[in-house]
């Protein structure tokens, strides 16, 4: 029901846009956001947005470089992710979920997952 896709290589201070197909129904109904996890790392927390697309969340370490958005029309959520970092490195997943804060607080407590896509930043 959710699909992650997008992810690649790309250089330190690159571009990546990641894209999140869900069904109309996790759509209409939840929260969706993007974690992420690195080898030897456990998942983190990325971005949320809420239903309405008017409510978002931000890990600390992407305020400023990453923007999450939805285009319910096309059943998708995005990641622009901007000023990669080699610390940006790592599988992402998008989930769905009630609202940004509860994905953002307990992100192993996520009702729905997707499967990943691998982006990779080097320096």
């Known amino acids: 029901q959710l699909q992650a896709s997008g992810g690649g290589s790309v250089q330190a201070g690159g571009s990546l846009r990641l894209s999140c197909a869900a069904s109309?129904?996790?759509?209409?109904?939840?929260?969706i956001g993007w974690f992420r996890q690195a080898p030897g790392v456990e998942r983190e927390f990325v971005a949320a947005?809420?239903?309405?697309?008017?409510?978002?969340q931000y890990a600390n370490s992407v305020k400023g470089r990453f923007s999450i958005s939805r285009d319910n029309a096309k059943n998708t959520v995005y990641l622009q992710m901007t000023s990669l970092k080699p610390e940006d490195t790592a599988v992402y997943y998008c989930?769905?979920?009630?609202?940004?804060?509860?994905?953002?607080?307990?992100?192993?407590?996520?009702?729905?997952w997707g499967e990943g896509t691998q982006v990779t930043v080097s320096s």
């Open positions: 989930a769905a979920d009630q609202t940004p804060a509860t994905m953002a607080r307990y992100p192993y407590a996520v009702e729905y």
């Open positions: 947005i809420s239903r309405s697309g008017g409510s978002f």
């Open positions: 109309g129904r996790i759509l209409s109904r939840y929260a």
